[in-house]
């Protein structure tokens, strides 16, 4: 049974940085893809950045490209979320997803494309 569990979330100044880590356990074969989304209250969950485990291929949304970075740490089994130059408008609770890798999916950014998240973890930003 995949598990996803998510920390490094808190309170931090605008203009500052956070790191957030999603440690998975339970894949047992195959390729997966890892992201990170987030969500506010009377809002959509939305796609922020995605790697492919095996590759290290990334993806990003629009909104963080050049300010957030993903990576991973394949000795913990972990992904992490480097977040540089934060916004008050970056407030929100972070999920990390995962889902398998299928030899020609392009997309990483799709929110029903992943069936497994963590709990999240919250992030306020203040201005």
């Known amino acids: 049974q995949v598990q996803l569990v998510e920390s490094g979330g808190g309170l931090v100044q605008a203009g500052g940085s956070l790191r957030l880590s999603c440690v998975a356990s339970?894949?047992?074969?195959?390729?997966?893809?890892m992201g990170w989304f987030r969500q506010v209250p009377g809002k959509e969950r939305e796609f922020l950045a995605a790697?492919?485990?095996?590759?290290?291929?990334?993806q990003y949304g629009d909104s963080v490209k050049g300010r957030f970075t993903i990576s991973r740490t394949s000795a913990r089994n972990s992904v992490n979320l480097q977040m540089d130059s934060l916004k008050f408008e970056d407030t929100a609770v972070y999920y990390c997803?995962?889902?398998?890798?299928?030899?020609?999916?392009?997309?990483?950014?799709?929110?029903?494309?992943?069936?497994?998240w963590g709990q999240g973890t919250q992030v306020a930003v203040s201005s």
């Open positions: 997803a995962a889902r398998t890798y299928y030899s020609g999916t392009y997309d990483y950014s799709k929110r029903d494309d992943y069936p497994y």
């Open positions: 339970g894949f047992t074969y195959g390729g997966y893809i």
């Open positions: 790697i492919n485990w095996s590759g290290g291929g990334t």
